[in-house]
């Protein structure tokens, strides 16, 4: 080895210096010059101390645009620190308690950054009535606000603060949302006044378990104060809807950076402008999950409790952390906000053709709304919540929850990369070294999940908007395997499948389940609706007459056998079947008639094998076909009982026209 530079260490077999004694090359630490030793850095940082260095490292952010025209009604013509007051103001009033007289002081910033002096803002309420006591231990301390937090900044939160919190090798966020992995519709309830008395649907069947104004206060209290003695709370201002006519704006204060990068991803964000004239929220979702409902509190049945108070535009949760409570708890005020303005609210994924063709995807949980409306080929408008108005279809959020079990990068390539830095990984299981993250692993639990913008589809359209769905596609996991992989509808069955909002899935993953449960859920979203299931039928008949919509059913479950004989029908063959609706090919081709459900099915399709669309051909055992077709069959009789009596629209002829669509035999 030569000598490279001034003053480097050189090995020289065969320079002037010689050999050592035992024959090696001696080393030569000589320097050739009589200069100092420099390391090779270029211009020193210009910082005395390493604080200084460190202040250097963070600068300032700003909105992207000067206020100066802006006609926002809470900005036109405030300084920054106005503004940063006003938006303090708003929070206090948010988390101030009923009971007392002003809202928490609230600080922004990290309560461990303690560097400047704090601005500091509460409200004082309106009140005649004069407390005894005015001043309790609570009115004197802070609570720092959080507020809009960027992923980075979540990142960093949730890691220091929140055990359970890493970042994968893909860049993720991977957290654990506690005992509950999943919603808990049993522990939902609504407000019962006079304004919902009429409107919202009650008794059998309903999601809706009633509460009365004073329970929702003493909950709505138990969350505030419980935030309010937190060091600090994560305030997110987003929007929902992305039809400008319709949007509606969001609050979520909540006690974990986990919950506030989850609704930042799915919510829609505000460009720093927006932010600024954001003014008062029309919503306000308190989450104090982490915190028990009291047992002794009327109308509590667990320590879980999910309440709403349309009335209010208020939503408390207690005693549950799973955060796709928020998501959908959003989405049935939507349910509720929306009709009131002859917009339909559809629990379905929806996306466009280049050539603007557009397709709705209804289906209940695991059905694959999300896994077929995220398709290479096509333009996502969003996986899960949308409406239709008389402009078309727009989506209610500004992200995507995808189920990650057994996840592969091979079938579902968007939604692999999509698990990128910001994303929200609940409860997946990683390697503790790689952190390589194990998609098959079901140990924490079957429902994990991926939370992340809608951009990192990379076919996303954003806004999230499009024109008049064509294609009204009713998704089913059949786990019976009767039902036919795809058929075309008329509107009446159209109708009739999307009241009785069937899927089956298997109980379970255990050994020796081998009866498939039968769901069925309105408008294939029971647990999200608040009138009755009729009212939005009704709306979606008007929609697709006027619109020259047709209605598919394609069952994304089993084929050649119920489920523990047969297998779940391929998901490239559901893709070639979507193809070919979405391409118009389909509504060509030649049909027949299905016994007991009276189907039509195609006899062929580009890409699938003819035998499996007619599901007899895959049942070696024709008898226990007819016989498990007949069940159900009976199971959907069963079911649209209660439905009878509804007339649907203002003739009762289309009540008949549906009860006639339904299984007969
Ligand atoms: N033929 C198929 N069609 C659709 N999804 C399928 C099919 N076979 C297996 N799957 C899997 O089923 C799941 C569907 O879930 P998802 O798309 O999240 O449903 P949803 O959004 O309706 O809750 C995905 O994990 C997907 O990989
Ligand atoms: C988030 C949910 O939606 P889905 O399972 O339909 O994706 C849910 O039902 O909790
Ligand atoms: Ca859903
Ligand atoms: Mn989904």
Same mark, same amino acid.
């Given at each position: 080895m030569a000598a490279t530079g001034k003053g480097r260490v050189s090995i020289s077999a065969?320079? $002037?210096t010689g050999t050592g004694r035992n024959g090696l090359p001696t080393i030569q630490t000589q320097k050739k010059t009589n200069e100092v030793c420099h390391d090779d850095s270029s211009a020193p940082v210009k910082a005395q101390t390493i604080n200084e260095l460190h202040s250097l490292q963070k600068k300032k952010s700003a909105p992207t645009t000067p206020n100066i025209g802006f006609q926002g009604p809470f900005t036109a013509g405030l300084s920054e620190e106005e503004r940063s007051k006003q938006q303090l103001q708003s929070i206090s009033a948010s988390l101030a308690s009923l009971t007392r007289e002003t809202g928490p002081n609230v600080v922004k910033g990290?309560?461990? &950054?303690?560097?400047e002096t704090p601005r500091v803002a509460h409200v004082s309420q309106q009140s005649h009535f004069t407390p005894t006591i005015s001043v309790s231990d609570s009115s004197l301390k802070f609570t720092h606000v959080l507020y809009n937090l960027s992923p980075a900044e979540l990142y960093e939160q949730a890691i220091i603060y929140e055990k359970g919190s890493f970042i994968t090798s893909s860049g993720a966020l991977a957290t654990l949302s506690g005992a509950k992995t999943g919603r808990s519709p049993k522990d939902k309830r609504v407000v019962r006044d006079c304004t919902t008395e009429d409107d919202l649907w009650w008794g059998k069947g309903s999601p809706n378990i009633e509460m009365d104004e004073q329970t929702f206060m003493v909950n709505r209290e138990r969350a505030v104060d419980y935030l309010n003695s937190l060091d600090k709370v994560f305030v997110n201002d987003q929007f929902l809807n992305w039809d400008p006519e319709n949007r509606i704006k969001v609050r979520i204060v909540s006690a974990r950076a986990y919950h506030s990068l989850f609704m930042h991803n799915m919510c829609i964000r505000p460009t720093p402008e927006e932010l600024e004239s954001f003014g008062t929220p029309d919503f306000t979702i308190y989450n104090a999950g982490q915190f028990p409902c009291n047992?002794?509190?009327?109308?509590?049945?667990?320590?879980t409790s999910i309440d709403l108070h349309l009335g209010r535009r208020e939503m408390v949760i207690l005693g549950t952390q799973y955060a796709g409570e928020m998501k959908k708890g959003l989405f049935g005020v939507m349910h509720y906000l929306m009709p009131k303005r002859q917009i339909l609210s559809l629990h379905s994924g929806c996306n466009m053709g280049k050539d603007g063709d557009v397709a709705l995807f209804f289906g209940l949980s695991g059905t694959g709304k999300t896994t077929l409306s995220t398709d290479h080929n096509r333009y996502l408008i969003g996986d899960d919540e949308h409406c239709w108005s008389s402009n078309g279809v727009s989506n209610i959020e500004g992200g995507c929850y995808a189920k990650c079990i057994d996840l592969s990068r091979e079938k579902e390539p968007d939604i692999w990369n999509a698990i990128k830095f910001g994303t929200v990984l609940e409860n997946v299981v990683f390697d503790e070294h790689t952190r390589e993250v194990d998609f098959s692993d079901k140990s924490v639990t079957e429902n994990t999940r991926a939370a992340y913008p809608?951009?990192?589809?990379?076919?996303? &359209?954003?806004?999230c908007v499009a024109t008049h769905p064509k294609n009204i596609i009713l998704l089913a996991c059949d786990a019976? $395997?009767?039902?036919?992989p795809v058929s075309k509808l008329s509107l009446p069955q159209t109708m009739y499948h999307f009241i009785s909002g069937y899927t089956a899935l298997v109980a379970g993953t255990e050994e020796g389940i081998k009866e498939p449960q039968a769901t069925f859920s309105a408008c294939f979203g029971a647990a999200f609706i608040m009138l009755h299931p009729t009212k939005y039928a009704a709306m979606l008949a008007t929609k697709m007459k006027e619109h020259g919509a047709t209605g598919w059913l394609v069952n994304t479950g089993w084929s050649g056998g119920r489920y523990g004989s047969g297998n779940r029908i391929k998901l490239a063959y559901t893709r070639k079947i979507i193809d070919a609706i979405h391409s118009g090919n389909l509504l060509k081709g030649n049909y027949k008639k299905t016994e007991v459900f009276g189907l039509e099915i195609p006899t062929e399709v580009e890409g699938v094998p003819s035998e499996i669309l007619d599901p007899i051909n895959t049942w070696s055992d024709k008898n226990a076909y007819k016989e498990t077709l007949l069940k159900l069959g009976g199971l959907f009789k069963n079911n649209f009982e209660v439905f009878v009596a509804h007339k649907i629209g203002k003739d009762d002829k289309l009540t008949d026209e549906i009860l006639a669509a339904g299984p007969i035999f």
């Open positions: 065969n320079s $002037g990290d309560p461990t &950054k303690q560097s047992r002794y509190t009327h109308y509590m049945t667990s320590s809608i951009e990192y589809i990379p076919n996303a &359209k954003i806004p019976f $395997g009767v039902l036919p």
